[in-house]
């Protein structure tokens, strides 16, 4: 499938800076479903998240 959302296991030789923090409500069956992908993968939840959030921007098409 070609917009599939790819998660590899981390690398440990870059470290990102550019990072804010904020607040958000989510349903308890996603955060979940994240805490499993985290352990999986070896990526924080915060990662994986913002590597969604960035998927979706990429692949958002708005519609007026």
Aim: aromatic share 6%.
């Amino acid at each position: 499938m070609p917009n599939d959302f790819i998660v590899r296991p981390k690398c440990t030789d870059k470290k990102e800076d550019r990072s804010i923090t904020m607040t958000i409500r989510l349903e308890r069956e996603l955060q979940e479903q994240y805490d499993d992908l985290s352990a999986k993968s070896g990526r924080s939840r915060n990662e994986l998240m913002c590597m969604a959030l960035r998927y979706a921007l990429d692949n958002l098409k708005f519609i007026e």
